[in-house]
């Protein structure tokens, strides 16, 4: 509740002097809902960026702790009194398996950014054909009201 006056209470400061201007040639009240409409959007966007840059970085933690786990079974097996074959046998079985979790990691974090970027365009694509239709509204009505 304290975040919302404080926020009302901000914009008002912003917003309120703007109200009481008189332009024959614009429409404040519109100009300053459009002003409203559009830092809404950069807010939304600038969200949807830090949930996936946050999924992004826990990504990147887990994929590091598992290259990490794996470096340390390597470096163990290396050191280990098995016969060569077998340490060869593992390292190879080893690097299958790090690049198929690199690539499935890439994956991943390509689907966030995708995913993170079609809501980003899907707002703003929204957000411009709103201002589209309010434009061609207020033509209509500038027509009708000479």
Known sequence: MAKESHTSSCEDRIFNPFKKMKCPMFNMEMLMTNTQKNIELMTETQQIFAESLKSIMELQNEYFKK????????????CSKAPL??????QAEAKK??????VEHARELSSI????????IGSVQKRIKEGLDESLNLEKKSKKNP
């Open 85 to 90: 074959e077998e340490k060869t046998a593992h």
């Open 113 to 120: 950014i995708s995913k993170s970027s079609e809501k980003i």
């Open 67 to 78: 290259v990490m786990d794996q470096w340390n079974e390597q470096v163990k097996c290396c």
């Open 97 to 102: 398996t790090a690049i198929n979790q690199a």
